[in-house]
């Protein structure tokens, strides 16, 4: 069983900055990509960054320059640096990682942090 929890998010004034975190746990192998959407309310989940086992990022055009994806293999977590936030970027934020496990290869998903930006 994979278990990934998310930390970090929370209410923030426009122009602030936040840091998630999300701890992947249970019996993996390694993992692939990882990354972290987001969902705000009567919208789609969309992808916001990604980060690839040997540390290759993409982004959203929408937080390129704001935000930073990282990620600690040791310790299985991938992290979201969000900086120069705005209220757009209100959403519950989700992380998913592709994990290599037993059963094989498979996405997992986070419970979602809500991340609000207003003043």
């Known amino acids: 069983q994979v278990q990934l929890m998310e930390s970090g998010g929370g209410l923030v004034q426009p122009g602030g900055s936040l840091r998630l975190s999300c701890a992947a746990s249970?019996?993996?192998?390694?993992?692939?990509?990882m990354g972290w959407y987001r969902q705000a309310p009567g919208t789609e989940r969309e992808l916001v960054a990604a980060i690839n086992s040997g540390g290759s990022t993409n982004y959203a055009d929408s937080v390129k320059g704001r935000f930073t994806i990282s990620r600690d293999n040791a310790k299985n977590t991938v992290y979201l640096q969000m900086n120069s936030l705005k209220p757009e970027d209100t959403a519950v934020y989700y992380c998913?990682?592709?994990?290599?496990?037993?059963?094989?290869?498979?996405?997992?998903w986070g419970q979602g942090t809500q991340v609000t930006v207003s003043s």
């Open positions: 998913n990682a592709d994990c290599h496990t037993t059963w094989g290869i498979y996405p997992y």
């Open positions: 249970g019996s993996i192998f390694s993992i692939n990509d």
